[in-house]
């Protein structure tokens, strides 16, 4: 099916409001992206909700796949991992950086360039997640200029005893089995989920053998709660390499690599507990984190081996509080990672071992004050101090040491209207502190400054019974903006990170739902991103004005549910992603990447404690690709070719 046809598809779709689906019931939806649990219509600021249910009945079958139909949240497929690079408001090549993601509030974006592992989330542990779009500074730190995404795992509820057991076969050898248990009195309760996945892929050399755990074991106090969660993954994957244009004409599922792979082992734990005091709280958590991986990249005659361990310690306290009749909400907060890395490369014509220590160490705050009963004003700063030591053998350089002090806050309103209406606005600064790998391969040897952004967005929200709808336009002005720019001319080491000259990220966001029939809910969204160069030069070319490589100017999906009869429920979702600029086009001098849109459908039928589902993705069987880079002569490009049309059955069995 031709984009054209897919376009036309959509457009007819697109006449319900732009919408987004979620519980009926708004009251009892809560949000811990301000770290620490309230309903969520007292936050300054919308945020989007995804839930367990959608994730279950929707045609989604993995988390970064939530995140990107039911979230609006840009995927691309940059390496052949089953972690795609995310991006929040258009930060093209660097979105990963500037994405932050969390699970359980707890950070698991990487401090180098490297995706968040997604994939090792098992999706029948997830109870919810939380997407906040421009937000996150204050209470988390670096790399939330674009955003924050919070994963929201499972927890055990009072004398629940259940099981569950499934299996999912597709295309290309797929099969997953998952698994899970939780055993709860009135106390004490544990919670499982595993998933075992097993899958050729659609390339050659894409392998994956894929198996995660993550558990949480709960006691409840009188007024409080302690907790441990924990997890762990074990990942073999092939990398079959990006494929050239002629190559891509040729045989799209072939592999430019047919013999690299890499092998990740990694885990989490983190003990916490919340304690009620009078009408406050105080919860705190001891988080650690580890990785161990091992790439052959045969094609260039290499062995890579990294390894990262991550410490962190996160108390905070929430203190309700009245002065001359008005409430308040006032929540402080005090932050301490430790970030430890080692990365050997052993190849035939170099050595190269990199050791690096990352220490943050930040306090914050946020208030929320209720003005009047339809106005909220909110506030929050947060100070940060990080150190860098980094060490690098394979180039004569002495070893780095920078310390730098870091600073962000935001100022928030939130106004109703009356008639479910309300006005929102926020306006702040983020900060980006570059990564091992961003000051690994700099222009002069030295470490790179930290990224700083001021940002603003303001919006209208309409609420009713049945359909919410929400719009909202936001801009992000930006100095030392950390990317990665490509060499013309070169091969294996390509290039350098620097600080790029000042840009500007501003664009338009609509989101909403619409319970259009009892057995009908629509949902939507659309997003206009323009990224570009405020100023400044690349190798000699003037480039004020022009484009962020890998920022769409339009993307926009739509997804339905239609229960059928009883419990047969048939979801589908179609994504749009507009035309954009090839990755190391800066010059803006290449012809523009397609534009793309999968449409995907699921059928869910429930017979008493048994759920079947068939699924077919990309059901047009469209031939798209969601990342390409131009090469250095400017005459052609490589790309990693996404999946064509591919099918799924499923079958899972509660036990009660």
């Given at each position: 099916?031709?984009?054209?046809?897919?376009?036309?598809?959509?457009?007819?779709?697109?006449?319900?409001?732009?919408?987004?689906?979620?519980?009926?019931?708004?009251?009892?939806?809560?949000?811990?992206?301000?770290?620490?649990?309230?309903?969520?219509?007292?936050?300054?600021?919308?945020?989007?909700?995804?839930?367990?249910?959608?994730?279950?009945?929707?045609?989604?079958?993995?988390?970064?796949?939530?995140?990107?139909?039911?979230?609006?949240?840009?995927?691309?497929?940059?390496?052949?991992?089953?972690?795609?690079?995310?991006?929040?408001?258009?930060?093209?090549?660097?979105?990963?950086?500037?994405?932050?993601?969390?699970?359980?509030?707890?950070?698991?974006?990487?401090?180098?360039?490297?995706?968040?592992?997604?994939?090792?989330?098992?999706?029948?542990?997830?109870?919810?997640?939380?997407?906040?779009?421009?937000?996150?500074?204050?209470?988390?730190?670096?790399?939330?200029?674009?955003?924050?995404?919070?994963?929201?795992?499972?927890?055990?509820?009072?004398?629940?005893?259940?099981?569950?057991?499934?299996?999912?076969?597709?295309?290309?050898?797929?099969?997953?089995?998952?698994?899970?248990?939780?055993?709860?009195?009135?106390?004490?309760?544990?919670?499982?989920?595993?998933?075992?996945?097993?899958?050729?892929?659609?390339?050659?050399?894409n392998h994956l053998s894929e198996q995660n755990?993550?558990?949480?074991?709960?006691?409840?106090?009188?007024?409080?709660?302690?907790?441990?969660?924990?997890?762990?993954?074990?990942?073999?994957?092939?990398?079959?390499?990006?494929?050239?244009?002629?190559?891509?004409?040729?045989?799209?599922?072939?592999?430019?690599?047919?013999?690299?792979?890499?092998?990740?082992?990694?885990?989490?734990?983190?003990?916490?507990?919340?304690?009620?005091?009078?009408?406050?709280?105080?919860?705190?958590?001891?988080?650690?984190?580890?990785?161990?991986?091992?790439?052959?990249?045969?094609?260039?005659?290499?062995?890579?081996?990294?390894?990262?361990?991550?410490?962190?310690?996160?108390?905070?306290?929430?203190?309700?509080?009245?002065?001359?009749?008005?409430?308040?909400?006032?929540?402080?907060?005090?932050?301490?990672?430790?970030?430890?890395?080692?990365?050997?490369?052993?190849?035939?014509?170099?050595?190269?071992?990199?050791?690096?220590?990352?220490?943050?160490?930040?306090?914050?705050?946020?208030?929320?004050?209720?003005?009047?009963?339809?106005?909220?004003?909110?506030?929050?700063?947060?100070?940060q101090r990080t150190r860098i030591e980094q060490?690098?053998?394979?180039?004569?350089?002495?070893?780095?040491?920078?310390?730098?002090?870091?600073?962000?806050?935001?100022?928030?309103?939130?106004?109703?209207?009356?008639?479910?209406?309300?006005?929102?606005?926020?306006?702040?600064?983020?900060?980006?502190?570059?990564?091992?790998?961003?000051?690994?391969?700099?222009?002069?040897?030295?470490?790179?400054?930290?990224?700083?952004?001021?940002?603003?967005?303001?919006?209208?929200?309409?609420?009713?019974?049945?359909?919410?709808?929400?719009?909202?336009?936001?801009?992000?002005?930006?100095?030392?903006?950390?990317?990665?720019?490509?060499?013309?001319?070169?091969?294996?080491?390509?290039?350098?990170?620097?600080?790029?000259?000042?840009?500007?990220?501003?664009?338009?966001?609509?989101?909403?739902?619409?319970?259009?029939?009892?057995?009908?809910?629509?949902?939507?969204?659309?997003?206009?991103?323009?990224?570009?160069?405020?100023?400044?030069?690349?190798?000699?070319?003037?480039?004020?004005?022009?484009?962020?490589?890998?920022?769409?100017?339009?993307?926009?999906?739509?997804?339905?549910?239609?229960?059928?009869?009883?419990?047969?429920?048939?979801?589908?979702?179609?994504?749009?992603?507009?035309?954009?600029?090839?990755?190391?086009?800066?010059?803006?001098?290449?012809?523009?990447?397609?534009?793309?849109?999968?449409?995907?459908?699921?059928?869910?039928?429930?017979?008493?404690?048994?759920?079947?589902?068939?699924?077919?993705?990309?059901?047009?069987?469209?031939?798209?690709?969601?990342?390409?880079?131009?090469?250095?002569?400017?005459?052609?490009?490589?790309?990693?070719?996404?999946?064509?049309?591919?099918?799924?059955?499923?079958?899972?069995?509660?036990?009660?």
């Amino acid at each position: 099916m031709s984009v054209n046809r897919s376009a036309a598809l959509l457009a007819g779709l697109f006449i319900v409001p732009n919408a987004w689906a979620e519980e009926r019931d708004e009251a009892a939806v809560v949000v811990t992206a301000t770290r620490f649990q309230q309903p969520r219509q007292h936050l300054p600021l919308g945020a989007i909700v995804i839930t367990a249910r959608q994730i279950q009945e929707g045609a989604i079958s993995s988390v970064q796949e939530a995140l990107s139909k039911l979230g609006g949240v840009d995927i691309r497929n940059n390496s052949g991992s089953p972690n795609p690079q995310l991006d929040l408001r258009g930060f093209g090549a660097a979105g990963d950086q500037n994405t932050l993601v969390l699970l359980d509030g707890q950070r698991i974006s990487e401090n180098e360039q490297t995706t968040a592992q997604l994939s090792a989330i098992p999706l029948d542990a997830i109870e919810r997640i939380e997407i906040l779009p421009g937000s996150g500074a204050v209470l988390y730190g670096s790399g939330a200029t674009g955003g924050t995404i919070n994963i929201i795992t499972k927890k055990p509820r009072a004398r629940q005893r259940e099981a569950t057991l499934g299996l999912m076969l597709g295309s290309y050898d797929t099969r997953r089995l998952d698994a899970g248990i939780t055993l709860a009195g009135d106390r004490l309760g544990l919670s499982l989920n595993a998933n075992d996945t097993d899958t050729d892929n659609y390339r050659v050399n894409n392998h994956l053998s894929e198996q995660n755990v993550e558990g949480d074991l709960r006691f409840l106090l009188d007024r409080g709660e302690l907790y441990s969660k924990f997890g762990a993954a074990r990942q073999r994957l092939g990398l079959p390499g990006s494929l050239s244009e002629a190559q891509i004409a040729e045989d799209r599922r072939q592999a430019s690599n047919p013999d690299d792979h890499s092998a990740t082992d990694s885990g989490h734990l983190n003990f916490g507990g919340r304690a009620e005091l009078g009408s406050g709280e105080l919860a705190a958590d001891l988080g650690y984190r580890s990785r161990e991986s091992d790439a052959q990249f045969v094609s260039f005659a290499s062995v890579t081996r990294t390894e990262a361990e991550i410490w962190s310690f996160t108390p905070r306290i929430k203190l309700p509080y009245r002065v001359a009749g008005v409430d308040s909400q006032l929540v402080i907060g005090a932050d301490w990672f430790d970030w430890q890395y080692r990365r050997r490369i052993d190849a035939d014509f170099f050595t190269s071992d990199v050791t690096a220590d990352q220490r943050d160490t930040a306090l914050y705050f946020q208030n929320v004050t209720q003005l009047g009963p339809g106005t909220r004003l909110s506030a929050g700063a947060r100070s940060q101090r990080t150190r860098i030591e980094q060490a690098e053998n394979a180039f004569p350089q002495a070893p780095q040491d920078q310390t730098t002090p870091l600073n962000a806050f935001d100022l928030g309103l939130r106004q109703g209207l009356g008639g479910d209406f309300s006005l929102f606005a926020k306006w702040g600064q983020s900060f980006r502190v570059a990564n091992v790998d961003d000051n690994g391969f700099t222009a002069d040897g030295g470490l790179l400054q930290p990224q700083r952004s001021h940002d603003s967005q303001a919006g209208v929200e309409w609420t009713a019974p049945s359909a919410r709808a929400r719009l909202t336009v936001f801009e992000s002005r930006i100095n030392n903006e950390i990317h990665f720019i490509a060499i013309p001319g070169t091969n294996f080491f390509n290039g350098f990170n620097t600080n790029l000259p000042p840009t500007r990220h501003r664009g338009v966001e609509v989101d909403g739902g619409w319970q259009i029939l009892p057995a009908l809910n629509l949902s939507a969204s659309y997003r206009y991103t323009d990224a570009r160069f405020r100023e400044g030069e690349f190798f000699g070319v003037d480039i004020a004005g022009n484009e962020v490589p890998l920022v769409p100017h339009h993307r926009a999906s739509l997804n339905a549910a239609w229960q059928i009869a009883g419990d047969l429920v048939l979801t589908g979702s179609a994504r749009y992603v507009g035309p954009q600029r090839y990755d190391n086009d800066q010059t803006n001098t290449f012809p523009l990447m397609p534009s793309y849109l999968p449409v995907d459908l699921k059928l869910v039928q429930r017979l008493g404690d048994w759920r079947l589902s068939a699924q077919v993705d990309n059901l047009f069987d469209d031939e798209y690709y969601s990342y390409a880079i131009r090469n250095n002569a400017g005459t052609s490009f490589n790309a990693y070719p996404e999946a064509e049309r591919r099918f799924f059955v499923a079958a899972q069995y509660t036990f009660r």
